[in-house]
């Protein structure tokens, strides 16, 4: 019986590479010594670990025979989502996090074919509600942009 490496099992390892990669830098963040038990390097190393513990899941479980393949639909959706993401990375700087924000979530709703007024609804509500958690609640203010304070 021949034995294929799937994807899957690339992927996994590639992320257990990364992760190694990961929690050797996370050595290097200075321990704290504000009375913390767990200190700063805590949360990278839980990170990088739980990384390590899925992607060995991932190579240890028993692969479908079959796998399905993926409709090219569903593959233009996921094309389309990481490019409004790259966009919205780009866009950020520049124009600020109301209009990069809206434009993400408008993109993202559209793509998953939401009628476009709810759409339009929906952004426009997420990007209310985070900007309000965030300079609100959690009072963090956004950076200036090349356009200036727009919000």
Same mark, same amino acid.
């Given at each position: =019986?021949?034995?294929?490496?799937?994807?899957?099992?690339?992927?996994?390892?590639?992320?257990?590479?990364?992760?190694?990669?990961?929690?050797?830098?996370?050595?290097?963040?200075? $321990?704290? /010594? %504000?009375?913390?038990?767990?200190?700063?390097?805590?949360?990278?190393?839980?990170?990088?670990?739980?990384?390590?513990?899925?992607?060995?899941?991932?190579?240890?479980?028993? /692969?479908?025979?079959?796998?399905?393949?993926?409709?090219?639909?569903?593959?233009?959706?996921?094309?389309?989502?990481?490019?409004?993401?790259?966009? %919205?990375?780009?866009?950020?700087?520049?124009?600020?996090?109301?209009?990069?924000?809206?434009?993400?979530?408008?993109? %993202?709703?559209?793509?998953?074919?939401?009628? *476009?007024?709810?759409?339009?609804?929906?952004?426009?509500? *997420?990007?209310?509600? %985070?900007?309000?958690?965030?300079?609100?609640?959690? $009072?963090?203010?956004?950076?200036?942009? =090349?356009?200036?304070?727009?919000?």
């Amino acid at each position: =019986m021949r034995h294929v490496l799937g994807i899957d099992r690339v992927v996994a390892l590639i992320c257990i590479a990364v992760a190694g990669l990961y929690l050797s830098a996370s050595l290097g963040i200075a $321990q704290g /010594s %504000f009375g913390d038990p767990l200190g700063p390097r805590a949360f990278p190393q839980i990170l990088g670990a739980l990384l390590i513990l899925f992607s060995i899941i991932t190579l240890v479980q028993p /692969s479908p025979r079959q796998a399905p393949a993926t409709p090219l639909a569903t593959l233009v959706a996921i094309a389309i989502c990481a490019a409004l993401v790259l966009g %919205f990375i780009l866009l950020l700087p520049v124009v600020g996090y109301a209009a990069t924000s809206f434009l993400l979530f408008l993109g %993202f709703l559209l793509t998953l074919r939401e009628p *476009l007024r709810l759409a339009l609804l929906y952004a426009a509500g *997420l990007t209310l509600l %985070f900007y309000v958690v965030f300079t609100v609640l959690l $009072q963090t203010y956004f950076p200036p942009t =090349m356009l200036g304070r727009i919000f």
